[in-house]
């Protein structure tokens, strides 16, 4: 083969050097620059304050619990739980093959704020602060149980994601045993500190920084990319200046320059298609089992599931079920986009 090498052009494989698995990316497919035109969904006006609201302030639960008229954030223990705290550790075994484990943990809803009709990207700064602090308490809370090794803080944003409340939201669920992504996470990490003496993702940030090609925005503390391995069209990750392993290891200053970095990222998704922008978005943190992991950077992922409008998504089917995750747009063009936008809402005018 003659040609040279053109990651733009020709279809290659990206390794993720976070779980150490590979995305195939295929960017012939999307040689023209975006034209189709963005569908906007009409927006539902949503108001302050839903009687029919299960996390609104002063409204009944399940199970007849009713919450208090919280101001400003508000943690309950999910009236629906998928762990529980009480499961005896209990382990099956047959051949090596059939094998169950007992799993205790916690589930936990985490209200951002009384106002039904906002979302992180409509929240002021100020007011994301007390979330940021909020996510800092529980993962504290949590990560001292003696059962607890993993905290896993999660928002599932919009229908698309299988959000049924609009109201701002998220939850947090600890668990006796790590996660597979965080399992895989902690393990390459350890890996990486171990053959090359350094973190990962304090290299890895310093080689974003210097190309520039994938960040979309910066503050004095965290910066925002898309990451050269990012499966999702417009998946993000906010990582940390500072090398740190939880979130409750971030000072006051951090704290909010966190809470500005999510507000802008999510202001950006939002003004892409025009739409409350979907995803999932997490923290990943050092695990709680009690074993020294200076390796470990804390970080958060968004996934968000749209590809090219509000209603046109990226399905994970196929060869990606089957084989390898896949893309057409590059990380760098998604970047350039993100990038590209306001961080003005543009509900706000
Ligand atoms: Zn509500
Ligand atoms: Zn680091
Ligand atoms: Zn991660």
């Keep these: 083969m003659a040609t040279t090498f053109d990651p733009r052009e020709h279809p290659h494989r990206r390794l993720n050097p976070l779980t150490r698995e590979w995305v195939l990316v295929s960017p012939h497919r999307t040689q023209r620059p975006w034209q189709g035109q963005v569908e906007k969904v009409a927006r539902a006006e949503l108001p302050s304050y839903d009687p029919t609201c299960y996390l609104c302030p002063g409204n009944s639960r399940a199970g007849g619990h009713r919450n208090p008229n919280y101001t ?19 382990r099956a075994d047959e051949a090596g093959i059939l094998v169950a484990e007992g799993e205790r943990g916690q589930c936990r809803v985490l209200c951002f704020s009384p106002d039904h009709s906002l979302t992180l990207a409509r929240m002021d700064v100020p007011s994301i602060i007390p979330v940021v602090e909020m996510w800092a308490e529980q993962y504290k809370e949590l990560g001292a149980l003696d059962y607890v090794s993993a905290v896993q803080i999660f928002e599932n944003r919009g229908e698309m994601m299988g959000a049924s409340n609009p109201h701002p939201h998220g939850q947090v669920w600890a668990s006796r045993s790590l996660p597979n992504e965080l399992s895989k996470e902690d393990s390459a990490q350890l890996a990486y500190a171990q053959e090359r003496g350094g973190c990962l993702l304090c290299d890895y940030l310093a080689l974003e920084l210097r190309d520039g090609a994938r960040v ?106 089957l084989g390898t995750p896949q893309r057409d747009i590059t990380a760098e063009s998604a970047a350039e986009r993100l990038r590209a936008l306001s961080e003005k809402h543009y509900l706000e005018d």
């Design 72 to 90: 400003s954030t508000f943690v309950f223990e999910n009236d629906f739980a998928a762990l529980k705290p009480d499961v005896p550790d209990a």
């Design 216 to 321: 979309v925005c910066e503050n004095e503390l965290f910066a925002a990319l898309v990451p050269y391995w990012a499966a999702w069209p417009f998946e993000t990750m906010i990582v940390g200046r500072r090398h740190a392993g939880s979130i409750d290891g971030l000072d006051s200053q951090e704290r909010a320059a966190l809470a500005d970095i999510l507000k802008r990222v999510t202001t950006r998704y939002d003004n892409l298609f025009e739409t409350s922008f979907p995803y999932t978005m997490g923290f990943h943190q050092r695990p709680t089992d009690g074993r020294e992991r200076p390796h470990f950077h804390f970080h958060a992922h968004f996934y968000p599931p749209l590809l090219r409008s509000a209603t046109v998504r990226k399905f994970m089917v196929g060869f990606e079920l």
